[in-house]
């Protein structure tokens, strides 16, 4: 899979997802040793897949402004659709006061 940002979802991972929910929500709580956090740090472990997705996303729209110099994605651009989706609701909470 290459990451490790297990969904509990996942109908051949649950156990694992809901053991990565958790390890979460004790780093959350501060309830995790440093050698635990560090352990998990040291193989790439998202602690918040949120923001990491968000990160994603803004990492994704800085190439695009860099080839095309604006970041008027469409969302019926095929090879940026879900870019597009992204910057959309991001232009939404904008109106609405709503990011963080």
């Not at 352990?39 to 080839?67: A, R």
Request: with cysteine.
């Amino acid at each position: 899979h290459g990451h490790c940002n297990v969904s509990r979802n996942d109908e051949g991972n649950k156990s694992l997802g809901e053991w990565v929910r958790k390890q979460r929500m004790f780093y959350k709580k501060n309830a995790l040793s440093s050698d635990r956090i560090q352990q998990l740090n040291s193989i790439g472990f998202i602690w918040d897949p949120c923001d990491h997705s968000w990160n994603e996303n803004f990492d994704q729209l800085c190439v695009f402004k860099t080839q095309h110099g604006h970041c008027n994605v469409s969302r019926n651009d095929e090879g940026n659709k879900s870019l597009g989706e992204w910057v959309r609701k991001q232009r939404m909470f904008y109106k609405k006061n709503a990011l963080s």
